[in-house]
């Protein structure tokens, strides 16, 4: 059993940047053809620079059309797909009380719908020859958090969508599995390290590692889910978080 992912197709929506990026320039270390799905197109230029041979696609998750078309230009490219990371997402941090319904629907639209609408754009592509799907949760799909409640709906939400898609699409040998980030130095836990007093410090005094993690932390379990080696492995959300979740 192997972890290469050479000669495979994958691609990574959100990544152009943070946690995203991180895995694309992991598997394309380890063999695979990169496509990056990202609505900035100078972000993704850069990125796509950044890995030999890999191909930016725009896409914003949110719009199915889009969707269909950047998996159609996936394929145009490379002509198949076997993994797909969904990883693009954002958030907005309020307290529920104020939370606006327009910044309710953005991010319920960007991480949950968008996963949705990526994952069967995707789906005629993958059940060709089997493959493999790792969605990106969070913490806050298992904790509850005073200032992110849409977020944590929707990384909820994910969770269980990969569960319903891992039972949906075994028969056409598709595994979906989801990774569930811990504090990752990101672009977008700058902005929460700015906007929730003591963040820095209340996460290094909970988590065992003693430290924030790293966008390349979540390689390593991306490429397992990605590769051959978790052939037998479906319907799972992975914490990687260096023991956050485990600590009381």
């Known amino acids: 059993m192997t972890h290469s992912l050479k000669d495979r197709v994958v691609a990574v929506s959100g990544g152009t940047s943070g946690i995203g990026l991180a895995i694309a320039a992991a598997a394309a270390g380890a063999g695979a053809k990169l496509a990056l799905l990202g609505r900035d197109p100078t972000r993704g230029a850069e990125a796509a620079a950044s890995i030999p041979g890999a191909l930016f696609v725009p896409c914003d998750v949110a719009r199915r059309d889009e969707c269909l078309a950047a998996i159609a230009a996936v394929e145009a490219e490379f002509g198949r797909l076997d993994g797909l990371v969904a990883s693009a997402g954002f958030n907005r941090r309020r307290p529920p009380q ?63 969508l990969t569960r319903s898609l891992a039972t949906a699409w075994a028969p056409q040998g598709i595994q979906v599995n989801c990774l569930l980030p811990g504090w990752i130095d990101t672009p977008l836990t700058v902005a929460a390290r700015r906007e929730i007093a003591n963040l820095e410090a209340d996460v290094l005094a909970r988590t065992p590692a003693d430290r924030w993690g790293r966008p390349e932390d979540l390689a390593g379990p991306a490429l397992f889910l990605l590769s051959e080696a978790s052939d037998f492995v479906t319907g799972t959300a992975i914490p990687v978080d260096g023991g956050y979740s485990v600590r009381i």
């Not at 639209?109 to 969605?135: E, Y």
């Not at 992110?148 to 990384?155: F, V």
């Open 98 to 160: 104020e939370l606006s319904e327009a910044d309710w629907d953005a991010v319920i639209d960007a991480n949950l719908k968008g996963t949705f609408l990526l994952c069967q754009a995707a789906f005629p592509l993958l059940s060709r020859r089997g493959g493999k799907v790792v969605t990106v949760g969070s913490m806050t799909s298992i904790f509850g958090s005073p200032v992110m409640p849409a977020y944590g709906a929707s990384k909820g939400g994910v969770v269980q």
